[in-house]
């Protein structure tokens, strides 16, 4: 079964310092999404991305976050300057596969990249 | 605004019992309800899907929900349930009226099932 895939498993980076997480989707979905689940909470919405743009993004994404879809088959989310509660467990997502309404969809997730601020 | 509440941190229960564990759910429109499962160190596993229908849902490994529209619930549960469900359960809406939106979860429920 297809998976979404995600590197690093483990990013470890000093405060102020710029991350790129990478996510490569299943290949057939249209619908790309970054949660993130700090330590023992609940799994956030971060942003979410279809056709090229944003779509939709959380009040947590502002303006240090990015992502981009730089080539048919990664989808990367970057901070550009981290803070110490940027550290978290970031997951990548994708939906919707061709013609097919996303709504109804399940999302897949990948692993997770458990990003450590020092 | 959507919002999910699984009321309940942590369920055990004894390996061969039933299983359930809560959700309610709140949205303006009408719901698409999810459930999945983490284990540790591992992203999340859809496990099951309400859109419309049958309100008894089945899905992966052996697991059903209820969706219960006058109580805006939807329970995951499982007749017998083994060791190897140990795991994280979230439960998560998305509002139908809203297209596609992103999944709102709740804040998980810790279940440990005992040999």
């Known amino acids: 079964e297809p998976e979404v895939t995600q590197t690093p498993s483990h990013q470890v980076t000093q405060m102020g310092q710029e991350v790129i997480l990478r996510c490569v989707p299943i290949?057939?979905?249209?619908?790309f999404y970054w949660y993130r689940q700090i330590l023992g909470q609940k799994v956030e919405f971060l942003v979410s991305f279809y056709n090229n743009e944003i779509s939709e993004k959380s009040e947590i994404f502002d303006d240090q976050f990015s992502v981009e879809r730089p080539d048919g088959s990664n989808f990367t989310l970057k901070i550009r300057s981290t803070k110490l509660e940027d550290s978290a467990m970031y997951f990548c997502?994708?939906?919707?596969?061709?013609?097919?309404?996303?709504?109804?969809?399940?999302?897949?997730f990948g692993d997770g990249t458990r990003l450590s601020i020092l | 605004a959507q919002s999910v509440a699984q009321p309940e941190d942590q369920v055990n229960v004894a390996e061969g019992n039933p299983l359930t564990v809560k959700c309610t759910y709140s949205v303006s429109g009408n719901p698409y309800l999810f459930w999945y499962v983490q284990y540790p160190n591992r992203g999340l596993q859809f496990l099951l899907k309400?859109?419309?229908?049958?309100?008894l849902v089945k899905g992966s490994y052996g697991f059903e929900a209820e969706f219960n529209k006058s109580q805006t619930s939807f329970h995951l549960k499982k007749p017998s349930a083994l060791v190897s469900d140990s795991a994280l359960y979230f439960c998560?809406?998305?509002?139908?009226?809203?297209?596609?939106?992103?999944?709102?979860f709740g804040k998980g429920t810790r279940l440990s099932v005992i040999a």
């Open positions: 998560a809406v998305r509002d139908y009226a809203r297209g596609n939106t992103p999944l709102v």
């Open positions: 997502a994708s939906s919707g596969d061709r013609g097919r309404d996303d709504s109804n969809q399940p999302q897949h």
């Open positions: 290949s057939n979905h249209l619908y």
């Open positions: 309400y859109i419309t229908g049958d309100n």
